[in-house]
């Protein structure tokens, strides 16, 4: 059974720092380009950053470059997102979501192109 297990979600307060963790089971880790979305309310779910842990291939939005970072862990099959300088608009329901991993990762694949998904984690920024 495939599953990817958010966490790290929580309230902070801007400028402040978070880390998410994306832990997959059930599907061969290397194969696959692990994403992290972002769905404020009322807003369309949003690419954030995504990479392929083969070879460490990472893309980032222009919201978010320069202050996030992805990687991943190939041991425990698990993709982190670093989130520092937080800002209000940030908060939403993170998501990370798996799909067969693309030649390349520019442009990036939107949403339905993805096959499997977390269950989402919260990120609040406070002002």
């Known amino acids: 059974e495939v599953q990817l297990v958010e966490s790290g979600g929580g309230l902070v307060q801007a400028g402040g720092s978070l880390r998410l963790s994306c832990a997959a089971s059930?599907?061969?880790?290397?194969?696959?380009?692990i994403g992290w979305f972002r769905q404020a309310p009322g807003k369309e779910r949003e690419g954030v950053s995504s990479?392929?842990?083969?070879?460490?291939?990472?893309y980032y939005s222009d919201s978010v470059k320069g202050r996030f970072t992805i990687s991943s862990d190939n041991t425990k099959n698990t993709v982190y997102l670093q989130m520092n300088s937080l800002k209000p608009e940030d908060t939403a329901v993170y998501y990370c979501?798996?799909?067969?991993?693309?030649?390349?990762?520019?442009?990036?694949?939107?949403?339905?192109?993805?096959?499997?998904w977390g269950q989402g984690t919260q990120v609040t920024v406070s002002s």
């Open positions: 979501a798996a799909v067969i991993a693309p030649a390349d990762l520019w442009p990036p694949l939107p949403a339905p192109e993805y096959d499997y």
């Open positions: 059930g599907f061969t880790f290397d194969d696959y380009a």
């Open positions: 990479i392929r842990p083969s070879d460490g291939s990472t």
